[in-house]
Nanobody
Framework: QVQLVESGGGLVQAGDSLRLSCAAS????????MGWFRQAPGKEREFVAA???????????YYADSVKGRFTISRDNAKRTVYLQMNSLKPEDTAVYYC??????????????WGQGTQVTVSS
């Protein structure tokens, strides 16, 4: 079992930066792929970024085209924490952001474990 708790959301202006954190508990949390998703009001949940376990692929990262070059996902195994550094934020980045662990197949689809979400609001 892996438990996930997100933090770091908030209200910012366009062009600002935020860093989201996802604290993971559970013995296997460092050995699974971790991901970030988001869901805006009235829209489906969408993939944002993912990072493989360091022991398997050196922490290979994946990004949605909409955030590539602006967002960076990273993980600190000692702290069992995954981060999402978000720069050059845009109003369309406004959403509830969810941390996820251990994908069922593709890294950009379903995961076994989910956090409760943290709200990110970007004003224009």
């Amino acid at each position: 079992q892996v438990q996930l708790v997100e933090s770091g959301g908030g209200l910012v202006q366009a062009g600002d930066s935020l860093r989201l954190s996802c604290a993971a508990s559970g013995r296997t949390s460092n050995s699974v792929t971790m991901g970030w998703f988001r869901q805006a009001p009235g829209k489906e949940r969408e993939f944002v970024a993912a990072i493989d376990a360091i022991i398997w692929s050196g922490g290979k990262t994946y990004y949605a085209d909409s955030v590539k070059g602006r967002f960076t996902i990273s993980r600190d195994n000692a702290k069992r924490t995954v981060y999402l550094q978000m720069n050059s934020l845009k109003p369309e980045d406004t959403a509830v952001y969810y941390c996820a662990g251990n994908p069922r197949g593709s890294y950009y689809k379903e995961y076994d474990y989910w956090g409760q979400g943290t709200q990110v609001t970007v004003s224009s």
